[in-house]
């Protein structure tokens, strides 16, 4: 059963900085596709960045480049997301998704997601 617990919300200034963690268990596979995606009130869900673990290859939506670093660390399937620069329209519920390729990930269908954790951005 594939799980995955984000860590690492809170509420910063804007200017500041978080870094999200998300710890993964249960994906039985060698290569498989993690990332972020957010859902800001009003808005739809937006992927912000996935990273491929067969390749190590990483993709980033516009609206974060950077801005925010995806990456991994495969000793301890964790896969964090280090937000810099931070603004108010960033204020949102960010979740870790998963799936066997960042196409679906990166198109806000990832087969698995964790529960979210919250960043507030405040002026």
């Known amino acids: 059963q594939v799980q995955l617990q984000e860590s690492g919300g809170g509420s910063v200034q804007a200017g500041g900085s978080l870094r999200l963690s998300c710890a993964a268990s249960?994906?039985?596979?060698?290569?498989?596709?993690m990332g972020w995606v957010r859902q800001r009130p009003g808005k739809e869900r937006e992927a912000l960045a996935a990273?491929?673990?067969?390749?190590?290859?990483?993709h980033y939506a516009d609206s974060v480049k950077g801005r925010f670093t995806i990456s991994r660390d495969s000793a301890k399937n964790t896969l964090y997301l280090q937000m810099n620069s931070l603004k108010p329209e960033d204020t949102a519920l960010y979740y870790c998704a998963a799936d066997w390729q960042c196409q679906t990930v990166l198109a806000g269908k990832a087969g698995y997601r964790g529960q979210g954790t919250q960043v507030t951005v405040s002026s």
């Open positions: 990273f491929y673990t067969g390749s190590g290859n990483i």
């Open positions: 249960g994906i039985n596979r060698s290569s498989y596709c």
